[in-house]
């Protein structure tokens, strides 16, 4: 079994359902209303560890009612919890997503995943060092990942970046990172607003490192010969929250079992595919048994 080391936030997501998407001003009636654990960094260590991984969780909570949830949770689905610290004065981060005509809008406030530091990460950096593969997304604050991903580079461990919230990313970042999945919005923003190249020709720069997911045209990456296209499976879509992470959990899960790349692209598209076919980012999540007895 691969070692999976995520290094990124922790939420507790309140998920309100609507048939309609509430304009400026506007008060609508909704349907339903869940409590739901959450976070991009936390989502993709739950996929890691469904998918088939050993998974580790490095980041922050606050001492608090949504803290201890998150705790029990990550606990309940495997991921080992052992480097998250626990924060006073300051809560745990949260996120409100309105699910609505078939996508969803969703509002991060960060707080205690800010509270990560460098000093942070040298406390885990044994840790860190052990893993097959250190996960990285942009919901801690953005010296931390710069910081953990050069470590990474410096000790040859290969490092995943889901670069979201997009940003412009600096050159040591892009370097740093083994493998880069944004989707195809945040392709452009993260190599800078005067880029003027098409997807296409950024995706030729970063040959097998650079992945694009597409939502439902699929995924697109180029093998060095060749831009590849894996398309993506029709199914019937409740939430697409937390798609995203699915698809990184189980891409990290896959390599760090030894697949090829496209391979573990196809697996990890699979994956997503089913999980936004319930409700909720890490209860929709497949496991790995469920992932090998879909057709």
């Known amino acids: ?95 409100n997503i309105i699910v609505a005509e078939g996508d969803n809008s969703i509002i991060v406030i960060p707080g205690s995943n800010y509270e990560i530091t460098k000093e942070t990460i040298d406390q885990n950096k044994n840790v860190i060092l052990e893993a097959d593969i250190v996960m990285l997304q942009l919901e801690i604050p953005m010296e931390v990942a710069e910081y953990t991903a050069e470590i990474c580079k410096g000790n040859n461990v290969k490092v995943m970046l889901n670069p979201a919230p997009a940003v412009e990313l600096s050159k040591n970042l892009i370097e740093n990172s083994t493998y880069m999945t944004p989707n195809e919005h945040e392709l452009k923003i993260i190599f800078g607003k005067d880029n003027t190249e098409d997807a296409d020709s950024i995706i030729k720069n970063y040959p097998n490192k650079l992945i694009v997911t597409m939502g439902s045209k699929g995924v697109k990456y180029y093998d060095g010969e060749e831009i590849k296209n894996i398309p993506a499976y029709n199914v019937e879509i409740v939430d697409t929250t937390g798609a995203g992470d699915t698809f990184n959990g189980g891409l990290a899960a896959a390599l760090v079992r030894g697949e090829k790349l496209e391979e573990a692209i196809k697996f990890a598209n699979k994956a997503a595919a089913l999980s936004i076919t319930k409700l909720g980012a890490q209860s929709g999540m497949p496991t790995l048994e469920q992932l090998q007895n879909y057709c």
């Open 1 to 95: 079994m691969g070692k999976v080391v995520v290094v990124g936030s922790i939420n507790v997501d309140m998920v309100f359902t609507s048939k309609a998407r509430p304009k400026a001003g506007e008060t609508v009636l909704g349907e339903e209303f869940y409590i739901i654990p959450g976070g991009k960094g936390a989502n993709q260590a739950v996929a890691a560890s469904k998918l088939g991984a050993e998974s580790l969780m490095l980041g922050c909570v606050g001492n608090d009612s949504n803290g201890e949830f998150s705790l029990l949770n990550l606990n309940k689905m495997n991921v080992n919890t052992k480097c998250i610290q626990i924060v006073n004065d300051v809560p745990t981060g949260v996120a």
